[in-house]
């Protein structure tokens, strides 16, 4: 049987009473910052394809559109690797590593050869998109809730931790979304400034990143199983399948994943948004200042997820979501409007994007719940798998409607249909996705079972430590 070992990396036990110290959750958030402002800069390769290299937006859209295919099979076998995985280091936290190669290729892909032809720039950033998403980000963020849940063994220390790395690596990215329009006016309007910016903040943003593997171990510690059981580890990929695809609360967390990171990383139209629309691209970071007035409510959201639940918080936070978009479109480039809106636009997508693996935890509970089996890579990979599929499509998405307009990166004034574009992919595509959020918060309804979940799996495993 799986036998756990709830030490931390003292031999200290991480106990229910123990308080565990801010410094920790601090660097075990140091991978999350890197991780997220890559993100946010990879969100540009559109940007930075057309307006920089001049290349076609319709075919970049369509080039990282068709990268997610990829993702499909990298995600699922990723995700089963993981599930027989079995280190000195542990079960997730080896993998830890591919932030440095998520860094390197990510300086790649923003030093693309300026001399190439089109098609091998369309290849070379195609290649580059894959190789940082499909290989480098499967790792990353299929560990995560993974790594969590082994690397905290109590509720407590997972959500103290889950704050703090919320907290910290919002203000990061933030503050990364503040600092970057100031460049794209200045530097960022020639390759070379790209590529300079990029090299720094690679190089930073790897070895921050790899803090998270030196100091945070794994507490949780799988032993054989003794009792001749199968368990997670004898399952084949068709059993596993088998055992997720009767996870329905699964599915309706994947789905608002994937809602949440298009909306999120829809940084490309903002930005050419303030830059046509509203005529001034530095104003893009004035209004991210003030999307820190979110930041406050980290330090009360996982307190108000115990009090109301984290069905309630869902429904909430979407239709707080709705509010800000909508008030936004009707304020068209008013700067007090874009504010409000802005700030709203934050808290709707909190739930999911501060939250995301006490989410993943509760599904794998109802999965062992359901099933008898507890699948964690799988789960853990296919969540991560629609935050990226999210990514892309937001990428994708921009490129090809901007395409179709007629949008043109290399000219000063865009035409009327190449505005309408940038205002509904700025407005009213996100107010959509927000409505389908709604929906979907409505029938995720874990808490009405949780009391009964949680009490036969307590039985259960109680039974299991006793044989």
């Known amino acids: 049987m799986a036998k756990k070992e709830r030490l931390n990396e003292k031999g200290v036990p991480f106990g229910a009473r123990q308080r565990m110290p801010i410094w920790y959750g601090a660097v075990w958030s140091t991978r999350g910052i890197a991780a997220a402002i890559n993100v946010v800069l ?213 789905g608002l994943m994937l809602i949440t990171f298009i909306v999120n990383n829809m940084q490309s139209a903002t930005t050419y948004y303030f830059k046509y629309v509203y005529g001034d691209v530095s104003t893009q970071g004035t209004v991210a200042i003030t999307t820190l007035i979110v930041v406050p409510a980290l330090i009360v959201f996982p307190a108000l997820a115990k009090k109301f639940g984290t069905t309630k918080l869902l429904q909430v936070c979407s239709g707080i979501g709705i509010a800000g978009i909508a008030i936004r479109s009707l304020g068209g480039t008013n700067l007090v409007t874009l504010i409000i809106g802005g700030i709203l636009f934050g808290l709707g997508t909190m739930p999911i994007s501060l939250m995301i693996n006490t989410y993943l935890i509760d599904c794998m509970d109802y999965g062992e719940w359901k099933t008898g089996v507890r699948v964690e890579g799988l789960v853990a990979s296919i969540a991560n798998f629609a935050s990226k599929v999210g990514a892309g499509i937001a990428s994708g998405l921009t490129g090809l409607v901007m395409g179709l307009a007629g949008y043109d990166g290399l000219a000063e004034v865009q035409t009327a249909s190449a505005n309408n574009a940038i205002v509904f992919l700025y407005n009213y595509m996100p107010l959509i996705l927000f409505c389908v959020m709604l929906v979907l918060s409505l029938m995720y309804k874990v808490d009405s079972i949780r009391p009964q979940m949680n009490a036969d799996l307590a039985v259960k495993h109680g039974e299991a430590k006793a044989e």
Request: aromatic letters at 12%.
């Open 42 to 254: 990879v969100v540009y390769v559109t940007f930075y394809s057309t307006d920089l290299l001049g290349l076609n937006p319709a075919i970049i859209g369509g080039i990282l559109l068709a990268s997610r295919i990829v993702d499909a099979f990298t995600d699922l076998g990723f995700g089963y690797i993981l599930d027989k995985t079995h280190t000195r280091w542990g079960k997730a936290r080896p993998y830890e590593v591919f932030i440095i190669l998520e860094w390197l290729f990510t300086i790649l892909l923003f030093n693309t050869p300026q001399h190439a032809s089109a098609a091998v720039q369309y290849v070379w950033i195609g290649f580059m998109y894959i190789m940082i998403n499909a290989i480098c980000a499967t790792a990353l963020g299929g560990i995560d809730s993974v790594y969590l849940a082994r690397a905290f063994t109590t509720e407590q220390n997972q959500i103290k931790a889950i704050s703090i790395n919320g907290a910290i690596v919002m203000i990061c990215s933030i503050a990364f979304n503040i600092v970057f329009p100031s460049f794209l006016a200045a530097g960022g309007k020639t390759l070379a400034g790209w590529s300079s910016m990029v090299i720094s903040l690679g190089v930073v943003m790897a070895v921050l990143g790899i803090l998270r593997f030196i100091f945070c171990k794994e507490i949780v510690k799988d032993e054989p199983n003794e009792d001749g059981k199968r368990t997670t580890n004898d399952l084949t990929m068709k059993e596993s399948l088998s055992a997720i695809s009767k996870n329905k609360y699964l599915f309706i967390i994947v």
